[in-house]
């Protein structure tokens, strides 16, 4: 009778509801936390299921260039995030036919170096559409290069300098075989991030004696 009398202890009873509640109390508590940090940044867009949707990049955000010499003087200033942005972005495939016909090459030879078929290339012209992933990152390399011609072009003490033709000479560089690239071309290393590092640094290496 006294064993069926007995009643549990009221602090193990009250115990429980206790941690629940304190456990309640932990999200909450988060949720507060980033109610506050929502006033200092936007909040993020969601679609109606209620899942978060990608916000704009900050390429987006600071207007991503338009034309040839805008990615060409963008990827000068560029720091290393911002590469990273217009990487993932990719490069409006009308802006590269543009990039092919100032260094004078067929749109079919320069898609060729950037490994995209023409028709694919030239549909995504049409449709004002951006070349993005490998090829798109070889097109930001080709511009890459366009800047580095550009610089040495305005470093140049030749009388000439001024009215040269940089964009032009690059396209006529890189088609031709280069004994320190063990006698390859500039054009056919382009399409790996290594192959773009190895051939920056050779167009760099030539300096003013490159404009002749």
Avoid: C
């Amino acid at each position: 009778m006294s064993k069926a009398a007995k009643t549990p202890p009221p602090a193990k009873a009250g115990t429980k509801p206790t941690a629940k509640s304190a456990g309640r109390g932990k999200p909450a508590l988060r949720e507060s936390r980033l109610d506050a940090q929502e006033h200092a940044y936007p909040k993020p867009a969601r679609n109606k299921h209620g899942a978060s949707v990608k916000e704009p990049s900050p390429l987006q955000a600071y207007n991503a260039p338009a034309t040839l010499n805008g990615y060409v003087a963008y990827l000068r200033s560029a720091s290393p995030l911002q590469r990273v942005e217009a990487e993932r972005e990719g490069v409006p495939a009308q802006v590269v036919k543009h990039m092919a016909t100032s260094m004078d090459l067929s749109a079919v030879r320069m898609f060729n170096i950037l490994g995209i078929a023409k028709a694919t290339a030239e549909s995504k012209a049409a449709q004002h559409a951006r070349i993005t992933g490998a090829s798109g990152q070889a097109a930001l390399g080709v511009m890459h290069l366009l800047g580095i011609a550009e610089a040495m072009l305005k470093d140049s003490t030749a009388p000439d300098a001024r009215d040269f033709d940089w964009a032009k000479w690059l396209g006529s560089w890189i088609e031709q075989p280069q004994a320190a690239l063990g006698g390859q071309k500039p054009a056919d290393l382009l399409d790996t991030p290594t192959g773009l590092s190895v051939v920056a640094r050779l167009l760099g290496s030539l300096e003013s004696g490159a404009y002749q």
